[in-house]
Nanobody, 121 residues
Framework: QVQLVESGGGLVQPGGSLRLSCAAS????????MNWYRQAPGKQRDVVAQ???????NYADAVKGRFTVSRDNAKNTVYLQMNSLKPEDTAVYYC???????????????WGQGTQVVVSS
């Protein structure tokens, strides 16, 4: 059974930094992408950053140049380094893994429980 456990959220002042981590427990046969989403109150959940199996990355325009996504394949862990944080970055951040646990199993989406990030002075 796969579980995603996130950590690293909290309260930070504008201009500050935070590093989110998401550790995937359980066994994956293949991971195709590891993503970070965020959802602010009253808004939809949007993708923030993505790292695909080959190592390529993609970012939402709002975070380009400020956020960096990385992964440790040996630990099945994905990170989100967030710098120069702004009040509009305040949201619940969710980890998402797209993969399969068996060679002939379906490709599925797995989600973490979310971690709150508040950027405020």
């Amino acid at each position: 059974q796969v579980q995603l456990v996130e950590s690293g959220g909290g309260l930070v002042q504008p201009g500050g930094s935070l590093r989110l981590s998401c550790a995937a427990s359980g066994s994956f046969f293949s991971i195709y992408a590891m993503n970070w989403y965020r959802q602010a109150p009253g808004k939809q959940r949007d993708v923030v950053a993505q790292i695909i199996s080959g190592g390529g990355t993609n970012y939402a325009d709002a975070v380009k140049g400020r956020f960096t996504v990385s992964r440790d394949n040996a630990k099945n862990t994905v990170y989100l380094q967030m710098n120069s944080l702004k009040p509009e970055d305040t949201a619940v951040y969710y980890c998402n893994v797209v993969g399969r646990t068996e060679s002939r199993g379906p490709v599925q989406n797995y989600w973490g429980q979310g971690t709150q990030v508040v950027v405020s002075s």
